[in-house]
């Protein structure tokens, strides 16, 4: 048999799995640990004590790994190795060794919390921290506490830290593989930000087919960038087909095509994968590795309850794991089409997925398992608070809990259901309106690859819509053996596939079965029992564009059959990008069926407000489904509720109190005199503290007023003067009086509005005589003089009268006398008689 680099430790490591409950081990990528680990355990685990579990993260893993094992043993898959997936299972009374992805696993402690007949469950590549890897952990740990002592645990990494699980795990010993199979040469190709990825990985596949003779893997970051480095390589491969074969590997393309990109070849084969292709997969023949450095992940936001698609920077780890691709039937070469310093820079690892992902199914799975707080069970990363509640609120509307957080009848029908908790809320609310092959249809839809995205096997312009109901219908046309231009076959296969499997396993989730019931009106109903947080209402200003009932907005292309549907219900749906999600597949929806669906969560919401737009307060009575506004009605608002309004619109100056001239004046003499008498009580009058309490001195002068024209419209005068106390108006008056009488028996009146010092503007032929400036608030402050020509223009600005008759006044009659010879310019002011007068015109 073939030797690997981890047969060196695993001695120790049987040695260990004797001795102790849990084991850690660290083997590097390629060390053969997912295949000869299992096997070694086989006699340390006798027959008697129960089978060993084996998790992988990924069907084709699992499938891979049994089927390399059995062929070890020189056996079938389903004798000693088996394996179980979704919807398929491998496995025999012989079976020893069963490979099982990490949701069926979760499902079978559910069915038996004592994981009667396994001896040993083994989490292989736990370091990708997979949801469902971190739930079966904690769930083990559980079981172990309070079940089964004798449950044995061992976790295998390529590239963990591990001294943090072997904690978690009660100081579990770590058994360390150093082995590798091959060395790998590394090379750093960085490129240019504007140079398409496409070209970057067709150039270097053109040197990688010239200097290597192995298989050459390439790592992008998802499918789209697959397909297009597909369309390239076959474009620059063309007359050589015969000898080169391009093969796309993800996780959404139909699993015989995966099979088909992993199995040995006569041609010399180009595979181009996503992170499927990290761990436990051999794909043999491979020297060479292309790594994009680039991944993406699906990142969940709970404050919006979206995910987003986002593009990010391997992982070191990850980036070491890929290499070791290279590595694994002989030398190797990774090319990084990045550089040295980009490498160093990269984060060691990536986040766990527990931490950035939708948790509803992992709150759901706890429920049924009796945990209604993270802090029940042990974790190595605990799930963040604001993602468990936004968890536990979705499922409370899906009736999945009930207001205590514990689990419901339908929600443990639901969590039977290998389905994500929305879809299995779909399917169980179709057997109940006894339509399960509907109910199937759709989540097979909405849980598989969408037919109408990605490459279509025809012309897509005609199909290229989001109504489900499009897809249900070319769904039926296939079966019906009618073409369907457009439509990905695979992604049909796959779908029609999982509708099958869903309605068999109905049978033995509901007592009553009807499957097939099938009336279209249905379809909105069943999706609004799985979404019933997006339901969405266009915005009247555009199509395509919709508030959902969240208030969050999302949006359909303009030209989608749905973009001018009032209402509809976004059942696939990303965050998208400005704070808009954006809407991939939705069904349209009748208004009423959304009052009748809906009716325990509308509301009539009274609603009274300052509208900036429109200057005014509004008051209406809406019917609201959350910030989806259904009807409105407009009323007339009381003051109690509207002048509390106004007063808050004016303190944050949305609407604007107008002053009088006679306003304003008031306002700078109560000014004034706060001033000049700062030892005495006087209110203060300053704009700054007038609109910050409105209500204190403009509240009972608002009645009946709405609009900001009513505003405008209202004197203040006497608002301002209800300020002074009554017992202060005669003081106001003697000590800031609004006018004085000047020497030529005039009242001129004082501008208190230029600033501190009131200003007295008069004639200068009006102050003949008057030897003091004149003097307010009880002769403390002098006004300033604006002396003013016959054209009422300022010659001079004083608080000293003397000195201008003393020094400037005979400069001033020098400019002024021959422009004005009809007034008074006498050489002595101080005798001279005041006037306001021009002297009389002389007759001929």
Known sequence: MRTYPIDSILPQLRQEELAGPSVVLHAPPGAGKTTRVPLSLLDVIPPERGRIIMLEPRRLAATSAARWMAHLLGEQVGETVGYSIRFDSRVSAKTRIEVVTEGILTRRMQADPGLEGVALVIFDEFHERSLHADLALALCLDIRKNLREDLKLLVMSATLDCAPVSGLLGSAPVVMSTGSFFPVVERYVPGGQAEPLRKRITDVVGTALKETAGDILVFLPGSGEIRGCEDSLRTSLRGREDRISVHPLYGDLPFEEQERAIVPSQKRRIVLATNIAETSLTIEGVSMVIDSGLTRRLQYDPSSGMNRLVTLNISKASAEQRKGRAGRTGPGVCYRLYSRHAFQSLVPFARPEILIS???????????????????????????????????????????????????????????????????????????????????????????????????????????????????????????????????????????????????????????????????????????????????????????????????????????????????????????????????????????????????????????????????????????????????????????????????????????????????????????????????????????????????????????????????????????????????????????????????????????????????????????????????????????????????????????????????????????KGRYPKHPWPDDPWNAVPTRKAHKRSGR
């Open 358 to 816: 939708d948790l509803s199914s992992l709150v759901l799975e706890l429920a049924v398992w009796g945990i209604k707080e993270p802090s029940g069970l042990r974790w190595l990363d605990a799930p963040p608070a604001s993602s468990w509640e936004s968890a536990v609120q979705l499922l409370r509307d899906l009736g999945a809990l009930d207001g205590q957080g514990s689990v419901t009848r339908a929600g443990r029908d639901i969590a039977r259901l290998p389905l994500h908790p929305r879809l299995g809320r779909l399917v169980i609310r179709s057997a109940e309106l006894e339509c399960t092959s509907l109910g199937a249809d759709l989540a097979a839809i909405l849980s598989e690859r969408d037919m109408m995205r990605g490459r279509p096997s025809g012309p897509a312009s005609s199909c290229m819509t989001a109504d489900i109901t499009e897809r249900l219908c070319a769904l039926r046309a296939w079966r019906a053996g009618k073409k369907t231009a457009g439509v990905d076959i695979w992604a049909l296969r796959a779908i029609e596939r999982t509708s099958v499997q869903l309605v068999h396993l109905m049978k033995s989730v509901q007592d009553k079965f009807c499957p097939q019931v099938s009336d279209p009106d249905l379809v909105p109903r069943l999706l609004l029992s799985a979404f019933p947080d997006r339901i969405a209402a266009r915005r009247e200003e555009a199509d395509g564009r919709f508030i959902l009932v969240q208030g969050r907005g999302a949006r359909l292309p303009a030209t989608d059959a749905l973009a001018r549907s009032p209402f509809i219900v976004a059942v696939n749906l990303d965050a998208g990008e400005k704070g808009e999600g954006k809407i991939h597949i939705a069904e349209p929806l009748d208004e009423e069926l959304v009052r009748q669906e809906c009716r325990g969560r509308i509301a009539d919401v009274r609603k009274v407000e300052w509208d900036r737009k429109e200057n005014r307060i509004i008051a209406v009575t809406e019917e609201r489904l959350g910030s989806i506004i259904l009807s409105s009605k407009s009323f007339v608002p009381e003051d109690e509720e509207a002048l509390p309004l106004l007063c808050e619109a004016i303190r944050g100056r949305n609407a604007m109190v107008e002053f009088s001239k006679a306003a304003r004046q008031f306002q700078g003499r109560g000014s004034f005199i706060r001033r000049a008498f700062p030892e005495e009580e006087w209110p203060e009058l300053s704009d700054d503290s007038l609109f910050a309490h409105p209500e204190e001195w403009l509240l009972p002068w608002l009645g009946g007023i709405r609009t900001q024209q009513d505003l405008a419209g209202l004197d203040i005068l006497p608002a301002l003067q209800a300020q002074i106390p009554w017992a202060k108006q005669k003081l106001l008056d003697e000590r800031a009086p609004s006018a004085i009488v000047v020497p030529s028996g005039h009242g001129v009146v004082l501008d208190y509005t230029a600033g501190e010092i009131p200003v007295l503007a008069v004639k200068v032929q009006e102050m003949f005589g008057l030897g003091d400036t004149p003097a307010v608030a009880g002769g403390r402050v002098k006004v300033l003089l604006h002396l003013l020509s016959p054209a009422r223009r300022p010659v001079q600005v004083t608080q000293d009268l003397k000195g201008f008759w003393d020094t400037g006044y005979q400069q001033v009659k020098k400019e002024l």
